[in-house]
C-alpha cells in the first residue's frame, strides 16, 4: 500500500526567505507525485507535477527515488503563497491520489 | 474556465438518514471520482467512476455508499444510512483521460454534517 507523508504540519517564513515543504511517500512501484495547494476559500488545485520538471510560481519539486522524496521548494517565498499544500502519489496504472496530511505555509511580511 | 461544481454546499442530516451529494464535472471529462476529508484528517481516495461503473474504490467504500451517473451532467455520490462517523467535507473530481499523470481537477467541496 502506498503512503505519504508530510512531517511539518505548519511552516512559517518570512517573505523573500527559501522555503522547503517536506515529502516522502513509500511505495513499492514506480509512482506518480504531485503537489496540489490549496488557499484560503478556494479549491484544492494541481502546482505541479513531477514528471513536468516544471517550475510554477516559482515552485519546483524534485522526485529523489533513493531517499523516496518529493520535497517542494522556493527560493524566495511571497505572501501570496500562504496556503495549505498536499503532497499526493498516484500509483502509474491506477487514477486514485493517496495525500499527505499537509502544511499550511505562512509566509510573514 | 471551465470548474468542477458541487451542491449543496453544506449538508445536514440526522444519523440513519439517506444523502445525495452532487456534482456536476467539468463536461469533456471523462472520469470521476470523489474524496472525502474528516476534519483534521488527510485526503482520502473513496471512489473512481468511468464509463458508467465503478473503476477503483477504497475500503472506505462500502455498502452504505453508492455513485451514480444519472444523466449526461451529474454525478452523484449516496450514502445510504448516514453514521456520525461520515461527518466529514466531501470533494468531487474530474479528469479528462484517467490516467496515473492526468490531472484531477477538484470542486469546491461539500460539508456533510451528521447529528
Known amino acids: 500500500a502506498q503512503r505519504v507523508t508530510q512531517p511539518e504540519k505548519l511552516l512559517s517564513v518570512f517573505k523573500g526567505a527559501p522555503v522547503e515543504l517536506k515529502c516522502n511517500y513509500s511505495?513499492?512501484?514506480?509512482?506518480?507525485l504531485f503537489w496540489y495547494v490549496q488557499y484560503s476559500r478556494q479549491r484544492l488545485q494541481l502546482l505541479l507535477r513531477?514528471?513536468s520538471r516544471e517550475s510554477i510560481k516559482g515552485f519546483t519539486a524534485d522526485l529523489n527515488k533513493g531517499e523516496t522524496s518529493f520535497h517542494l521548494k522556493k527560493p524566495f517565498a511571497q505572501e501570496e503563497d500562504s496556503a495549505m499544500y498536499y503532497c499526493?502519489?498516484?500509483?502509474?496504472?491506477?487514477?486514485?491520489?493517496?495525500f499527505g496530511s499537509g502544511t499550511q505555509l505562512t509566509v510573514l511580511p | 474556465e471551465p470548474e468542477v461544481t458541487q451542491t449543496p454546499s453544506h449538508q445536514v442530516t440526522q444519523m440513519g438518514q439517506e444523502v445525495i451529494l452532487r456534482c456536476v464535472p467539468i463536461s469533456n471529462h471523462l472520469y470521476f471520482y470523489w474524496y472525502r476529508q474528516i476534519l483534521g484528517q488527510k485526503v482520502e481516495f473513496l471512489v473512481s467512476?468511468?464509463?458508467?461503473?465503478?473503476?477503483?474504490k477504497s475500503e472506505i467504500f462500502d455498502d452504505q455508499f453508492s455513485v451514480e451517473r444519472p444523466d449526461g451532467s451529474n454525478f452523484t455520490l449516496k450514502i445510504r444510512s448516514t453514521k456520525l462517523e461520515d461527518s466529514a467535507m466531501y470533494f468531487c473530481?474530474?479528469?479528462?483521460?484517467?490516467?496515473?499523470?492526468?490531472?484531477?481537477?477538484f470542486g469546491p467541496g461539500t460539508r456533510l454534517t451528521v447529528t
Open positions: 513531477h514528471i
Open positions: 499526493a502519489l498516484s500509483p502509474g496504472s491506477a487514477r486514485q491520489l493517496t
Open positions: 473530481a474530474s479528469s479528462e483521460y484517467g490516467q496515473g499523470l492526468d490531472e484531477q481537477y
Open positions: 467512476f468511468y464509463n458508467n461503473e465503478i473503476s477503483e
Open positions: 511505495y513499492s512501484g514506480s509512482p506518480e
